[in-house]
Structures are given as C-alpha cells and as structure tokens.
C-alpha cells in the first residue's frame, strides 16, 4: 500500500523537511508550505523509484518532459563536460558556441522561414517571450493598439503573469489574477464535448466562425496574435477536428495576426516530430514556443523560434535604435544548449524513430480502456493520451464524479506500480519515448486494474452506480 507520509517521514527526513520548508507548485491554500508529495529518489528509463523503494512506470515522463527516458549517460556525460569547459556566460555581451550551433539545428527543423531562436529558461517564459516580442514588433512598426492576444478554452501556456493569462482550463483562475485586458478568450476545440447532435464537421465550421467573428467584432487592428497549442495538452489532450488549426491559420494570415505555435508539449518527438506544427497539421506559423522535451527535462532549457521576415521587418524599420528590452540571464545557456544538442543526436539516432513506430499500439491499447463504464473516452496521438471518466456516458457529466477521480486512479495505480498525471476526472498518460510493447502492457494493465478497483470504491461509496 501507499505509505502515509508520517511513516515515510521516519526513514527520509526529506518528507519532515518538505512539510517545514518548501512551497509546492499548485498547492492549496489549507496545507500551503506544509505539504509533501510523493518522494521519488531516482529514475531509469520509463521507471522511478519512489521513497518507499517502489519502481514505478514513470506514465507522464515527469511533466511531458523525459523524452529520451531517465538515466541518459550521454546527456549526464555532456552536462559534466560542458560545465568544465564553460559553465556560464553572460549573454548581454558575450556568446557560446553550442547555443550557435543548436539554433542552426532547430532552424533546420523549423518550418519555412522559422530559422532564429531566443532562448529562454522554460515553456512560461518562452511564451512570454512571443508575447513580448509581438508587442515590440507592432510597436516598432507604428501599429501600438495591434496587441490582443486570441488564447482559447483549455489551453495551457505558462505559470508566468502574461503567459498565465492565456490559460483556459476550468479552475486555473478561480482564485488568480490575469491580465484580461491583454485577452480574448475563444471556445476550446474540444470535439468531445461538442454541442449534442453537431457533427464534428459542424463543430469545426462553428470553431473557425466564431474564430473570423472575434475578428471581426475586436478588429483587426487590435489583435497582435494567437497563442495555440497544436494539441492542447494539459487542457486534456484535446485534439481539435481535422483541418481546424489550418482555417486558423488563413484567417490570421488574411488579417496580419501572428500565429504562435506552442510546441512547449508537442515538441521534440511527443508526437514523433521534432515540431508537429507543419508535419502533422499543415501549418507554418510565425512563431513556435518549446522547452520540456529539447533537453528531455535534464536541463531547463525553452526558446522561441521566429520567422526570419519578421526580423527583417524590424531590420528595415523606421526605428534602427529601438531596443526589444528583453533578456533572461540565463538566455542561451551553455550548459542548457550542449545538453540539447546532445539530446537531439539521441532523437534523431533512432528515438523519433521508435516513437512513431510504437505510437499506434500505444493508442490502440489505451483505448481498449473503453469497455469500462466509467471511462467516457480515451483519446489521443503520438505518445500522449488522455482517459477521460464521466459519470454516465449521455451526459457526459464530469461533475458527479468531481471526487477527484483523477487522484484515486493514482493511488491505485501507484500501488500496483505506475505513476499518473491526474486532472479532476481525467488521467493522462506520456511516458518517456524509449517504452517498449512489452511496458506499455503493462502500464494499461495497471491502469485498468486501477480504473477498475476505483469504480468498485465509487459503487461501495454509493456515489455511483456504473
Ligand atoms: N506551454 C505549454 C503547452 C505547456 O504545457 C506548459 C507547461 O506544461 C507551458 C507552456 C509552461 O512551461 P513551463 O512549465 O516550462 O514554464
């Protein structure tokens, strides 16, 4: 069983030290600064071991993030030698040569004219900072009320002020600030909670209407860009109908509004691509954010690639002096770029490889889930997948079950030997690339197994009936 953390406590001095000490990301406000989580002490492959000495599948890869597994010698190896031959730079006046060579390699990923990168110290950051540069880029060029930004609901870009305030997902804000000034905010592409009796091709249309009316009722003029995640990841992997993010994409062009891309998820062999925007959905945006998975988490590492017309455009302005104010010290990290460039020799030697290889069993497996009756839908593409459990299948209705479901299915799951993202009613699975057939088996059975023994808690409760 899953140990109370006062027995823990007793062997790992961590947990008491937690309690006292450290502020936890997303906490709540009755156990802020004196809550601890579930230790984990180290990792190897697609597995972690928690404080117990448990060896679980690691089923999100850390937060999306542990792309070419735990453990990598290569990128421990290079992480040491770059910090030996130059640990920091200031990037305000000098430069390094790995941070060069990396944005060469993105930029041949990239699509178009994508070809320079600003490198930042994480995805919240690195969507600030295509924020930023839109309004400096409308500035420059004479266009200062060119500023709305079109976000969408369940999206997920950033923890950072302005990034933060793009977020859509149900409570994120309940309790917080934003800058709502800054937004609009328009439907989530969620096809699975679509108005009832609409087609999904109807569901499109309506989601690219609503898209050209915003236009239309903000102005053109007004809007500086839209910040899309190719699939909305933290939302619930919610992967919009076909064609959607296309119309998107015309109608921003028809109207000079910048298209960021948030690869921040996507990016970097989630979905079997270095970046999925032009590859899987057919788009060229202005902007692509990333981080996570370009140093699959060894190192924090974002950046923003932009199109080189844009910094022409600027190049040619009427104003040479003024400065993009804008730079973190961390900004092309050395260490952060070699870890980076060594992880996309790992991805290229055979990873992006396997994971679109194995992708398909993965989602096939994973969907089998849906004999159970409390699971409404399994959805997903690449190595990420979302099971999403509803009270009853009609209506759809997460809310009977707000009983954090999510969080159940992780006790029991991390009982049997497999760590899950929970979100309210839904679990989301993205383990590392490197899993095999053999582990992605066993990481539904578990899941099923904790699927399963949930329901039987819920029915005992008599809080449902399935
Ligand atoms: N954008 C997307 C799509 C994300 O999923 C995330 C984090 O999960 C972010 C941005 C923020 O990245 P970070 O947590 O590295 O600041």
Known sequence: AVRDSREMAAENPAVELAKSHLVQPWPYAGSIGAEARTLVTSGDGVYLIDGDGKKLIDGPAGMWCINVGHRREELARVMYEQAMELSYNTPWYTMNAPSAELSRRIAEYAPGDLNHVFYTTGGSSAVETALRFMQFYNNVRGRPEKKQILSRGGAYHGSTYLSASLNGRP????????????????????????????SAEAFCDFLVDEF??????????????????????????????????????????????????????????????????????????DMITFAKGVTSGYFPLGGVVISERLLKDLNRSNHPDAMFGHGLTYTSHPVGCAVALKNLDLLEGGILDHARAVAPYFQQRLKTLEDLPL???????????????????????????????????????????????????????????????????????????????TMDDLRKEGVWQG
């Not at 309940?174 to 328009?186: C, N, R, S």
């Not at 236009?215 to 959607?244: L, R, T």
């Not at 009609?394 to 009982?415: A, T």
Request: hydrophobic fraction near 40%; proline fraction near 6%; charge should be negative.
């Open 171 to 198: 409570r994120d804000r309940d309790w917080m600030d934003a800058a709502d000034d800054l937004v609009v905010k328009l439907s989530s592409p969620d096809p699975f909670r679509r108005p009832k009796g609409m």
């Open 212 to 285: 050209r009316d915003t236009v239309k009722a903000v102005g053109a003029q007004n809007i500086g860009c839209f910040v899309g995640e190719p699939i909305q990841a933290s939302g619930g992997v919610i992967i919009a109908p076909a064609g959607y993010l296309k119309r998107i994409r015309d109608i921003c062009r028809e109207n000079d509004i910048l298209y960021v891309s948030d690869e921040v998820v996507t990016g970097f062999g989630r979905l079997g691509h270095v970046f999925a925007s032009e590859e899987l959905f057919d788009i060229e945006p």
């Open 375 to 453: 699971v409404g839908e399994v959805r997903g593409a690449g190595l990420m997948a979302c099971v999403e459990c509803v009270a009853d299948r009609e209506s759809k209705d997460p809310l009977q079950l707000d009983k954090d479901v999510g969080k159940r299915i992780d006790q029991h799951c991390h009982e049997l030997g497999l760590l899950v993202r929970p979100l309210i009613n839904m679990c989301v699975m993205s383990p590392p690339l490197v899993i095999t057939k053999d582990q992605i088996d066993h990481l539904v059975a578990i899941l099923r197994e904790g699927i399963s023994r």
